[in-house]
């Protein structure tokens, strides 16, 4: 896909497929692989595609099909940058890729079943287009129909789609897939109250996001599902290293001790969250246990002043870049803002819109600290998470040896207990120097008419294996 935008993800994963797909626990599963290897060396993965796949144009999947794909990918795709290690794309089979790496990728696997900006599979006629020329066709459960701007999409069901018989049922976004439904349309309602209104009168029979207000009025209404996704998303405070106050790492640490996480949460969330240090989900496999938890939601007033006065705070300024696009983000800065001016700093909070927000961000000069709610990245794993803080680019405006070495590791490991490791020590490292705070997790309310049966809620919708009583 040549857009990691989230509207057009929940659609495109209903009609295109990847080599790879992540399971319900987010790890990467085959999808339309059969099977695959991957050399001593870490250089060379050779897939074997699951045969008798038909695209949407009747046409089966074959392995040129991949090939000018993930070529496609490499030039256009919202997220090439996975694509830079690749040496080599050959069709070495029928059914059968050979990709080889220039360097050692642990990860690759994983960054082929991203659903950020999905490296779907297309027909090599399509893949040989110009962005934005492409037919819409995919391997999916549903295909394209129709898309009217500022209205919908439509899809429908794909009679001749091949599910994966390797599997007996979902899985995140692989699995088996059974489409149930004729007729899927998609509608773009802004507003939330016209949401809810439309889920009421049975107009709409889900909601992705449901206001937190209509959830518990609605809860007890016997004609609609409440769902709760939890955890859906991080909330952060990064804190910039390089500007006076927060320069000093004893400041940050009594930022980080003072801070009343509960409070925020429970204000900035409207009551749905999760108090969770880590900079992992529990039950992903990089969580990293207890390290920094002695440090999570303390709200220790004297203990964060002190560490101010070893700090040689004079009164200085702390600015709170925050932004009036996102309520969760304006706030967490708000409630934040208070609960440190109780320790005594002198706190001014910066509200903008979100384009100025993220330029801002950009300078080293002009904030100390910003509220940021990360999505999409903690779920797919510590290389989305870990990428705010290394390089040159770093959010933090400093860049750390320590965090760099392990990143490293966590690159080019083909050990994943060496690479959990390194995630390991990464979070230490966080948590010694304060390079952002976690505040919590983010949970949003989804919502279905009664009549819907089988829906899980998952990081992106999925209306396969779903159906109407």
Same mark, same amino acid.
């Given at each position: 896909?040549?857009?990691?935008?989230?509207?057009?993800?929940?659609?495109?994963?209903?009609?295109?497929?990847?080599?790879?797909?992540?399971?319900?626990?987010?790890?990467?599963?085959?999808?339309?692989?059969?099977?695959?290897?991957?050399?001593?060396?870490?250089?060379?993965?050779?897939?074997?595609?699951?045969?008798?796949?038909?695209?949407?144009?009747?046409?089966?999947?074959?392995?040129?099909?991949?090939?000018?794909?993930?070529?496609?990918?490499?030039?256009?795709?919202?997220?090439?940058?996975?694509?830079?290690?690749?040496?080599?794309?050959?069709?070495?089979?029928?059914?059968?890729?050979?990709?080889?790496?220039?360097?050692?990728?642990?990860?690759?696997?994983?960054? !082929?079943?991203?659903?950020? %900006? &999905?490296?779907?599979?297309?027909?090599?006629? @399509? $893949?040989?287009?110009? *962005?934005?020329?492409? =037919?819409?066709?995919?391997?999916?459960?549903?295909?394209?129909?129709?898309?009217?701007?500022?209205?919908?999409?439509?899809?429908?069901?794909?009679?001749?789609?091949?599910?994966?018989?390797?599997?007996?049922?979902?899985?995140?976004?692989?699995?088996?897939?059974?489409?149930?439904?004729?007729?899927?349309?998609?509608?773009?309602?802004?507003?939330?109250?016209?949401?809810?209104?439309?889920?009421?009168?049975?107009?709409?029979?889900?909601?992705?996001?449901?206001?937190?207000?209509?959830?518990?009025?609605?809860?007890?209404?016997?004609?609609?599902?409440?769902?709760?996704?939890?955890?859906?998303?991080?909330?952060?405070?990064? !804190?910039?290293?390089?500007? %006076? &106050?927060?320069?000093?790492?004893?400041?940050? @640490? $009594?930022?980080?001790? *003072?801070?009343?996480? =509960?409070?925020?949460?429970?204000?900035?969330?409207?009551?749905?969250?999760?108090?969770?240090?880590?900079?992992?989900?529990?039950?992903?496999?990089?969580?990293?246990?207890?390290?920094?938890?002695?440090?999570?939601?303390?709200?220790?007033?004297?203990?964060?002043?002190?560490?101010?006065?070893?700090?040689?705070?004079?009164?200085?300024?702390?600015?709170?870049?925050?932004?009036?696009?996102?309520?969760?983000?304006?706030?967490?800065?708000?409630?934040?803002?208070?609960?440190?001016?109780?320790?005594?700093?002198?706190?001014?909070?910066?509200?903008?819109?979100?384009?100025?927000?993220?330029?801002?961000?950009?300078?080293?000069?002009?904030?100390?600290?910003?509220?940021?709610?990360?999505?999409?990245?903690?779920? @797919?794993?510590?290389?989305?998470?870990?990428?705010?803080?290394?390089?040159?680019?770093?959010?933090?405006?400093?860049?750390?040896?320590?965090?760099?070495?392990?990143?490293?590791?966590?690159?080019?490991?083909?050990?994943?207990?060496?690479?959990?490791?390194?995630?390991?020590?990464?979070?230490?490292?966080?948590?010694?120097?304060?390079?952002?705070?976690?505040?919590?997790?983010?949970?949003?309310?989804?919502?279905?008419?009664?009549?819907?049966?089988?829906?899980?809620?998952?990081?992106?919708?999925?209306?396969?294996?779903?159906?109407?009583?």
């Amino acid at each position: 896909m040549t857009t990691s935008a989230q509207a057009s993800r929940n659609i495109n994963l209903h009609i295109y497929e990847t080599l790879f797909a992540r399971s319900e626990n987010a790890t990467p599963i085959p999808d339309l692989v059969e099977s695959f290897t991957l050399s001593d060396d870490g250089l060379t993965y050779v897939f074997s595609l699951r045969q008798g796949v038909l695209f949407h144009n009747g046409k089966e999947m074959q392995a040129e099909d991949v090939k000018a794909s993930l070529e496609r990918y490499a030039k256009v795709g919202a997220s090439a940058k996975i694509m830079e290690p690749v040496a080599g794309i050959e069709a070495t089979g029928p059914h059968e890729v050979t990709v080889t790496m220039s360097d050692v990728v642990p990860d690759f696997i994983g960054q !082929l079943s991203s659903p950020r %900006a &999905p490296a779907v599979v297309i027909p090599a006629e @399509e $893949a040989a287009k110009e *962005a934005g020329k492409i =037919e819409i066709i995919g391997t999916g459960p549903y295909e394209f129909v129709e898309y009217v701007p500022d209205s919908h999409v439509k899809l429908k069901r794909f009679e001749n789609y091949s599910p994966n018989m390797n599997y007996t049922e979902r899985d995140g976004f692989g699995g088996r897939k059974t489409a149930y439904f004729d007729t899927i349309t998609i509608r773009f309602m802004p507003e939330g109250g016209a949401r809810t209104a439309a889920l009421q009168t049975g107009e709409v029979q889900f909601l992705e996001q449901l206001p937190a207000a209509a959830a518990q009025r609605l809860q007890d209404n016997p004609d609609i599902k409440i769902h709760e996704m939890t955890p859906w998303a991080f909330q952060t405070i990064f !804190l910039n290293a390089s500007q %006076a &106050p927060t320069d000093n790492v004893k400041v940050r @640490e $009594a930022i980080q001790i *003072a801070l009343n996480m =509960e409070e925020i949460m429970a204000i900035s969330t409207d009551g749905l969250y999760r108090l969770t240090h880590g900079w992992q989900h529990p039950g992903t496999v990089y969580f990293a246990g207890d390290i920094g938890q002695e440090l999570y939601n303390l709200n220790d007033i004297d203990r964060a002043k002190q560490l101010l006065a070893e700090a040689g705070y004079q009164g200085e300024e702390l600015v709170i870049l925050t932004d009036n696009s996102f309520k969760n983000h304006n706030d967490t800065a708000v409630v934040a803002g208070e609960q440190l001016k109780a320790i005594g700093m002198n706190v001014s909070i910066k509200v903008v819109d979100w384009p100025t927000a993220l330029a801002t961000r950009a300078k080293p000069e002009g904030w100390n600290a910003w509220t940021l709610m990360m999505g999409i990245e903690p779920y @797919e794993g510590p290389y989305g998470v870990v990428g705010f803080f290394v390089g040159d680019n770093n959010f933090q405006f400093e860049k750390d040896e320590v965090l760099e070495n392990e990143y490293q590791v966590l690159n080019t490991s083909l050990d994943l207990e060496a690479r959990k490791q390194a995630f390991a020590n990464i979070q230490k490292r966080l948590y010694e120097k304060f390079y952002a705070i976690k505040v919590g997790d983010v949970g949003i309310y989804q919502a279905t008419r009664s009549n819907v049966v089988n829906y899980k809620p998952y990081r992106i919708p999925r209306m396969w294996d779903v159906w109407f009583e």
